[in-house]
């Protein structure tokens, strides 16, 4: 959850309506002054900050230098694939797979009892990415079902073919008291548990087959390029969204929209169009900001109501 301080300018997600903080009120509320001068408690997950004491990135070139920076952490500093659980408030406790690697994942979790075994959400992981996976009550502990997590991973400069890894677990309250580590990526106290050190690999089948006939070449398929039409509506973007805090959804919004602007840049695009819709003002604004400020962009203008309605934006990109 970011960190909010008075005096902080505030923005309010769900509309175009600002502010700032007056004063903190516990850690999940803080004290807003609006621009009419009313004065109203606010939840964090309702807001963003819009001013910070770290300045903020002159152009999106700037914003892609910090990213590569992180994809070339060095190995020795990585911490690997881990669980954290983290303490929201009282007895909610959610759990989050953090992947501090350089390799890109995809992951299955389950939940298996006595009498059924089912899938509570799925997903993929870039390199040095996290997501929320559940959330759970610390007083349910003793009679929660086990867990399971089951990740593959994928490693472009892996020599030899990475092993699946399934890692088991029941929850018991008294594992999570001590929440003194700080999370990597998330940035939050939590217990940690390290997934690719403690898992179990899946073992080995080797079938034997006929050698009278060499096997017939894979047909090779090629890629298509990317859309040139983005949907951001988070029902599109995470199928688990409904877990997610409204700031979640806001950073994962963005983010995606940064990932699919930098790759119609790489591959030459000439337009891309990106659908927001009408209700997350806040959202259209963020993204129009940085556009603008982009040297391989030409213009952004409303998309065609016609086809879009009112809530996308078209960018046109420099020749």
Known sequence: MEEFLPGDKVEFID????????????????????????????????????????????????????????????ISEQS?????????????????????????????????SEKNEQAVTKGELKSFEHSRLTNLDISKFDTLAEYELQILIFDQNASKIPEPIIYSFKPKGKNFINQNT?????????YLIS???????????????????????QN???????????????????????????????DSQFNYFINSL?????????????IHGIGVSSLKNKITDYLNKNENIKEVKDADIRTFGFGATEVIFSK
């Open 15 to 74: 509309d175009n309506s600002s502010g700032k903080v007056i004063s903190i009120i516990d850690k999940s509320q803080l004290m807003i002054e609006l621009e009419e001068g009313l004065e109203i408690p606010v939840q964090k997950d309702d807001i963003i900050k819009v001013s910070s004491r770290k300045p903020k990135p002159e152009s999106l070139s700037e914003k892609y230098k910090e990213d590569a920076t992180a994809l070339h952490k060095p």
């Open 80 to 112: 690997g694939i881990q669980l954290a659980i983290i303490n929201e408030h009282d007895n909610l406790f959610s759990f989050h797979l953090i992947n501090d690697t350089s390799k890109f994942i995809y992951f299955t979790f389950y939940e298996k």
């Open 182 to 190: 700080n999370a990597p990526l998330i940035n939050q106290k939590a």
């Open 195 to 217: 997934i690719d050190k403690k898992s179990t690999k899946v073992q080995k089948t080797i079938i034997k087959q006929k050698q009278d006939k060499p096997s017939p070449p």
């Open 220 to 250: 090779i398929h090629k890629i298509d390029k990317p859309s040139n039409i983005i949907d951001l509506h988070i029902e599109k973007i995470n199928p688990n969204y409904e877990i997610m805090s409204k700031r979640e959804i806001f």
């Open 262 to 274: 930098e790759k119609a840049i790489a591959l030459n695009f000439e337009k891309i169009v990106f």
